[in-house]
């Protein structure tokens, strides 16, 4: 493909808005979340925690090893909650399953009418939580037919509609523990006033992240001089290759040497 041909491609993007149905009050108040005003405090939603997300995955791109830690830690706090929803999810369907005598149908709940959500973010973390934020619609419809059926008491069902939607927003304030500080690695590295603020507000940090070693696989690319570190530290100490914890550092020299070629393709054309 030719360079004038390169140059008149436009990036990759949807066609139109991804779309999700929410059926129940609980799951639209958590994408939703809440305003602040002058008598109420303001409750984080999706839409709010992605856009905190990318700031983060900014400061990732500015080589700011806080932002990688605490992406990590988003990540890990999803996957957790994944696991917590599924096990409500599956202990909820059997506790219907198990009650219902054989001779009773029940039909399939749902709403008559639905609100339609556009998904209007690129946030892997965001998409993440969308999944789980779907999967709070199928238990929120299940406890209100254990409900509706006489299985399951009111106290236990606002229990366990607030256990969930507590579960989450804690999911979605890890984003708060963050505090952007314009800090780098070298920053790090040279102990600077800006790395101490760092340090006084977010704590000390693993040798791992300090590196760029120990990531999550779905954070953003590091900058090219991060690369180029990382690609010299291997090349020194090809021994250190299996202790890295960032699963795509197996592939750093090919990504490095990927990111090279492109820069280098430019200066000479």
Not at 3 to 21: F, R, V, Y
Not at 127 to 146: G, R
Request: net charge neutral.
């Amino acid at each position: 493909m030719t360079k004038e041909a390169k140059s008149k491609m436009a990036s990759i993007a949807p066609t139109q808005d991804i779309e999700i149905e929410l059926a129940t009050r609980p799951a639209l108040r958590l994408w939703q979340g809440r305003e602040k005003t002058e008598n109420r405090h303001g409750i984080l939603g999706l839409p709010g925690f992605c856009s905190r997300v990318r700031s983060i995955e900014q400061a990732i791109r500015d080589d700011d090893p806080y932002a990688d830690y605490h992406f990590a830690q988003i990540e890990e706090g999803i996957e957790h909650l994944s696991e917590d929803l599924d096990e409500e999810l599956k202990d909820i369907k059997a506790f219907i399953d198990e009650n219902i005598p054989p001779a009773m149908r029940l039909p399939d709940v749902a709403s008559k009418n639905p609100a339609v959500v556009p998904v209007r973010f690129a946030s892997r973390l965001g998409f993440q939580l969308v999944y789980q934020l779907l999967k709070v619609d199928q238990i929120v419809l299940s406890v209100l037919l254990a409900n509706h059926i006489g299985l399951l008491p009111n106290k236990e069902k606002f229990q366990t509609l607030a256990r969930v939607e507590k579960r989450v927003r804690g999911v979605l304030h890890l984003v708060y523990r963050y505090r952007h500080t314009g800090v780098t690695r070298d920053d790090m590295v040279a102990n600077n006033q800006r790395a101490q603020k760092a340090k006084e507000l977010m704590g000390d940090l693993e040798i791992g992240y300090l590196e760029g070693s120990t990531r999550s696989d779905n954070a953003p690319t590091l900058p090219v001089k991060r690369l180029q570190t990382l690609g010299g530290e291997l090349t020194r100490h090809p021994k250190a290759k299996g202790k890295l914890q960032d699963p795509r550092l197996t592939d750093l020299e090919s990504e490095l040497d990927r990111v090279l070629a492109e820069q280098e393709a430019t200066a000479t054309a």
